[in-house]
């Protein structure tokens, strides 16, 4: 069964400071690769889509994908104490033509002013 | 900004008890998905559509739970007899087509005492 990994659990940056986040999947089938974000009580935002290796660039969020490595990034520039939020990867998957999003359990970032 | 509509936003239920939640799909999305969040964000996929045609549901799904999206109608997911473990965040999602982004709404929480 594919599944996605997500690492630190928690994670406290002052603001200004880059936060980096990390997930690791279980293999390199995947069509592609989605970083969203909950605030609390809330649902989920999407922050950036990446689809081939290197980097994809959405404002201040920018993603890194390696499938040889099985490992995808988010990189936070600037983060803002409004950035405090449950940030999830989530990959996506074709299982016998369907369709499905694989999410990992998420990175609580908590952005000190 | 996502435009997936969710109502209600909560709702309390005895054990046994139907509940019933619904989802206005973004205008132009004809793929509408349905998971479950836990307390401990692990996210479980209940059922996805195309239009008014099941494409995948688990099979938990199809004992207790009930979906449907029926044309020129909010979508909507039903639970017969509810029960404590389906004390959840419900999240509806939709998008333009498979694999495609996914665009959720804020969720019903479902609190079953």
């Known amino acids: 069964q594919q599944k996605v990994q997500q ?20 293999d390199g089938t995947s069509d592609n690769f989605r970083w ?17 290796d290197g980097e994809k660039e959405e404002g201040r969020f920018t993603a890194h994908l390696n499938r040889a490595s ?3 990034s988010l990189h936070i520039r ?13 990959m996506s998957i ?20 | 900004n996502s435009k997936v509509i969710q109502t209600p936003r909560y709702l309390v239920k005895g054990q ?19 998971y479950q969040q ?22 938990m799904t199809e004992k207790r739970f009930s979906a449907e999206c029926p044309s020129n109608s909010p979508c909507s997911l039903e639970i017969q007899s509810s029960e404590a473990g389906d004390s959840a965040l ?7 087509d498979r694999g495609n982004t996914l665009y959720f709404g804020e969720g019903s929480r479902l609190i079953v005492v």
Request: aromatic letters at 10%; glycine letters at 6%.
């Open chain 2, 16 to 34: 046994g008890q139907k509940a019933k939640m619904r989802c206005i799909p973004e205008k132009g999305h004809p793929v509408v998905f349905w």
């Open chain 1, 7 to 26: 690492s630190p659990e928690s994670l406290t940056v002052s603001e200004g400071a880059m936060a980096s986040l990390n997930c690791t999947f279980s």
């Open chain 1, 70 to 72: 099985l490992h995808v």
């Open chain 2, 90 to 96: 419900y999240l509806c999602a939709s998008s333009q």
């Open chain 1, 94 to 113: 074709t299982p016998s033509g369907s369709w499905q999003l694989i999410f990992g359990s998420g990175t609580q970032l908590t952005v000190m002013p």
């Open chain 1, 78 to 90: 600037e983060p803002q104490p409004s950035d405090s939020a449950v940030y999830l990867c989530a």
């Open chain 2, 38 to 59: 836990n307390k401990n964000n692990e996210f479980k996929f209940l059922i996805n559509f195309q239009n008014q045609e099941v494409l995948q549901q688990i099979d």
């Open chain 1, 36 to 52: 969203y974000r909950q605030h609390s009580g809330k649902g989920l935002e999407v922050l950036v889509s990446i689809f081939s």
